[in-house]
């Protein structure tokens, strides 16, 4: 998918790039190693996050915290196993 802007500032690039690097390893390596139970989790989580991301006027730390409520029962979860 092509880029939408073109980023000049040094950490924006550097956010790009890591996004880049983060969808490579769950593409390449991760999503095959995880268990059912565990995509679904994730899915959850991941989905969340977008649908909240994508609303322009909510404000990023209300996002975080939110999701963190969410995600938080999911990570406790998954460390047990």
């Known amino acids: ?31 095959e190693q995880m268990s059912p139970e565990m995509k679904q989790r994730y899915l959850t ?8 991301l994508e609303l322009p006027s909510k404000p990023l730390p209300e996002i975080l915290g939110e999701v963190m409520s969410e995600a938080g029962p999911l990570i406790f979860q998954a460390m047990q196993r």
């Open 1 to 31: 998918m092509p880029r939408a802007k073109k980023f000049t500032d040094p950490t924006d690039i550097a956010i790009v790039d890591i996004h880049r690097r983060f969808t490579g390893a769950m593409e390449n390596i991760r999503l």
């Open 45 to 52: 989580v991941m989905k969340s996050l977008t649908e909240k």
